[in-house]
């Protein structure tokens, strides 16, 4: 027998593919010796080439998967993906603040809203509730530049506007920011920028010439995710993150007829 390892939680939906969603979530949570738990949002009817059909699970059923593993179980670090509808996150913020997730449990939020098909996996009313109740409670929050424009409505396309998109979502109540920069095509590098309200940290890596990439946000936040469980600073977890996602990206394989998956098995 060995002893219990950190657990965390995800919080979003599945991919019936297995590329991204909560599946990429829990091998990432493996893949870094974390025990992983799940919360799902929504079930989408998904595979290489994209989502045709999403259920949403009643917002009760979600609320009630967080505090049945919260009570029992226990949780480290948590993290939300896909979240569909302003029910379902206002269900998820009642049960989070019961347990203490995102006060004394870290609590990352992707704020998940397209997958990279283009299907909507957020309704646009919803944004408000992530504004008003999600960044608030967020230990990080992690944007790619389209979830920036949707949030705080900058379009970022140098590194002020990245600098000046971060205050912007600190401002709204989030610890610390990582403004993801891999969505800057005409950059030959990849720079992400950290943000704790005073000090900017920019993360730089290169950019891997694949289209294999479903999945990638995911496993960045799961990964991170998976570093706070076990005690890790935000910084220290996020600069693993970001070596973690890099070799996910280099090791990722083809599926189907669309895109496939980032893979956490090197
Ligand atoms: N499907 C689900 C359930 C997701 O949670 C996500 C992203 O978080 C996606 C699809 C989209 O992933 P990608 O943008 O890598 O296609």
């Known amino acids: 027998m060995q002893a219990t390892p950190p657990r965390a939680l995800t919080i979003a939906g599945s991919d019936s593919g297995g590329g991204a969603g909560l599946q990429a979530d829990?091998?990432?949570?493996?893949?870094?010796?974390?025990?992983?738990?799940?919360?799902?949002?929504?079930?989408?009817?998904?595979?290489?080439?994209?989502?045709?059909?999403?259920?949403?699970?009643?917002?009760?059923?979600?609320?009630?998967?967080?505090?049945?593993?919260?009570?029992?179980?226990?949780?480290?670090?948590?993290?939300?993906g896909m979240l569909a509808t302003t029910e379902i996150i206002m269900a998820i913020v009642a049960a989070c603040d019961e347990v203490g997730i995102g006060t004394s449990v870290p609590l990352v939020?992707?704020?998940?809203?397209?997958?990279?098909?283009?299907?909507?996996?957020?309704?646009?009313?919803?944004?408000?509730?992530?504004?008003?109740?999600?960044?608030?409670?967020?230990?990080?929050?992690?944007?790619?530049?389209?979830?920036?424009?949707l949030l705080v409505g900058i379009d970022v396309t140098n590194a002020?506007?990245?600098?000046?998109a971060a205050k912007e979502l600190h401002a709204l109540g989030a610890r610390w920011v990582l403004v993801k920069g891999g969505h800057m095509h005409h950059d030959p590098t990849c720079t992400d920028l950290l943000y704790d309200g005073n000090d900017?940290?920019?993360l730089t890596g290169p950019r891997y010439d694949t289209k294999h990439t479903h999945g990638g946000g995911d496993t960045l936040a799961a990964s991170i995710t998976a570093s706070l469980?076990?005690?890790?600073?935000?910084p220290d977890a996020v600069a693993h993150g970001k070596r973690f996602i890099e070799r996910s990206v280099q090791a990722s394989y083809p599926l189907g007829a669309g895109v496939g998956p980032v893979s956490p098995l090197w």
């Open 109 to 149: 939020v992707d704020p998940v809203a397209a997958s990279m098909h283009g299907d909507q996996l957020l309704r646009d009313e919803a944004l408000e509730a992530y504004r008003t109740e999600l960044l608030p409670r967020a230990t990080l929050v992690t944007p790619n530049l389209d979830e920036v424009r």
């Open 26 to 80: 829990l091998r990432t949570f493996f893949a870094n010796g974390v025990h992983g738990m799940s919360a799902v949002t929504a079930v989408t009817v998904q595979n290489s080439v994209g989502v045709s059909d999403v259920s949403e699970i009643p917002p009760s059923v979600v609320a009630a998967q967080i505090r049945a593993v919260a009570t029992d179980i226990g949780v480290d670090a948590a993290k939300t």
């Open 229 to 234: 469980a076990k005690g890790t600073s935000v």
């Open 200 to 202: 900017f940290t920019e």
């Open 160 to 164: 002020d506007e990245q600098r000046q």
